[in-house]
């Protein structure tokens, strides 16, 4: 149980087009999603946590309007890289947070995105 | 502010062997969680073990121990039998209740055959 999907695994984009990465939950329902980015061999740094049928909540440094996140149901969360830039490269995780769950601080990951703009 | 810390960028064993990964953090807050996260090269985040900060007994999960320390603020992560499969990326992480997780740097395991 607690499968985090995303898709696609790998995609690789030209400068200045939009690229979009679902998250889902496929066997729970998810009340927050968060989003995260991973540069090669470093940490994950959080992006924005998005609650379901809300506005995300962006962590500062990180520009909403590039990075739109919508969180439609409570198991789908989509990123938008908007006008996507070689600096956008990346690695891109999600994680869901399940709904009325016991420990309500556990998260499940999913397998990540890797993004390449050309 | 939160903070993770882990010191030991990059760490090797003999297969076989025990190995402890050191972490230390930051918080003001009095109710939190503490975790081990594994990535191996498929960059997957698996969950190696958890600890709430209110218990004190150390949790443990097959071969994976930790020595949690909340007075020093440091929850290290100990492998005993390290086999092949530990190679892999570990995270430390903590989380103050209902809240967002804040990460380490990581270590860098190899387990050397």
């Known amino acids: 149980g607690a499968v985090v999907s995303q898709h696609p695994s790998r995609v690789i984009c030209k400068s200045g087009t939009s690229v979009k990465i679902e998250c889902r939950s496929l066997d729970f329902q998810a009340t927050t999603m968060f989003w995260y980015r991973q540069f090669p061999k470093k940490s994950l740094m959080l992006m924005a946590t998005?609650?379901?049928?809300?506005?995300?909540?962006?962590e500062q440094g990180v520009e909403k309007d590039k990075f739109l996140i919508n969180h439609a149901s409570l198991t789908l969360s989509t990123l938008t890289v908007t006008s996507a830039h070689p600096e956008d490269s990346s690695f891109y995780i999600c994680s869901a947070r399940e709904w009325g769950r016991r420990e309500v601080n556990e998260q499940f990951f999913g397998p990540g995105t890797r993004l390449t703009v050309l | 502010a939160q903070t993770v810390t882990q010191s030991q960028p990059e760490m090797s064993v003999q297969e076989a062997e025990t190995v402890t990964l050191s972490c230390t953090y930051d918080t003001s807050e009095s109710n939190y969680y503490l975790f081990w996260y594994k990535q191996p090269p498929s960059r997957q985040m698996i969950l190696v073990i958890r600890?709430?900060?209110?218990?004190?007994q150390n949790a443990t999960e097959n071969r994976f121990s930790v020595n949690f320390q909340k007075a020093a603020k440091s929850f290290s992560l100990k492998i005993s039998d390290s086999q092949l499969g530990d190679t892999a990326m570990y995270f430390c992480?903590?989380?103050?209740?209902?809240?967002?997780?804040?990460f380490g740097t990581g270590t860098s395991l190899t387990v050397i055959p």
């Open positions: 600890q709430e900060a209110y218990k004190q």
């Open positions: 992480a903590f989380i103050v209740t209902g809240n967002q997780f804040y």
């Open positions: 998005s609650n379901e049928g809300s506005k995300a909540t962006y």
